[in-house]
């Protein structure tokens, strides 16, 4: 039987990891890598979780649903720009193109909790499990950082897009449908 190298990989991740679930994940051409999410105050019903999700050359998906035993509810969001102030918006799929590395973060495409059953405590983990049309349920866990953090461990995130958010766009709105 010969084993190919994404399975290769996808299994080294697996065992560095341990049981259960890992830090970075592949499957079907698509990698979810870097999750982290920020620790809320005592009584927060609400948080939120960033990643950076990657696919290989020659394929596409789309993120289409999310999930996780910290909340009640979990939706995929995006930030966009309206009569100038930043509002965050519920979207029905993030698309993704071939060979494209796409970070989600503050002030950007984002995981959404809802209803969380406790808060979340800077230096624990959470468990996420996300849905793509094409590769299936990925299950990573994500360390979580301090309440104001702009990326995992310490790292900042990626430079924001210009006219997706940042410094220059200090009214932010979170407002839901």
Known sequence: MRVTSPVLGLLAVL????????????NKGVTVAHPWARATPGGATVGA???????GAGVTDRLVSAS???AGRVEVHT????????KMRRVDALELKPGESRILKPMGD??????????????DLVKIQLNFAKAGMLEVEGSVE???????????????EAGKGGAENSGHDHKHH
């Open 15 to 26: 065992a560095f990891a341990g049981p259960g679930v890992a830090h970075e994940v592949t």
């Open 49 to 55: 979780a960033f990643m950076e999700i990657r696919t």
């Open 68 to 70: 996780s035993p910290v």
């Open 79 to 86: 930030h966009i720009m309206e009569g100038g102030v930043m």
């Open 110 to 123: 984002h995981v959404m909790f809802f209803d969380l059953k406790q808060p979340l405590k800077e230096g």
């Open 146 to 160: 301090p309440a104001g953090a702009m990326g995992p461990h310490g790292m900042p995130s990626q430079p924001v």
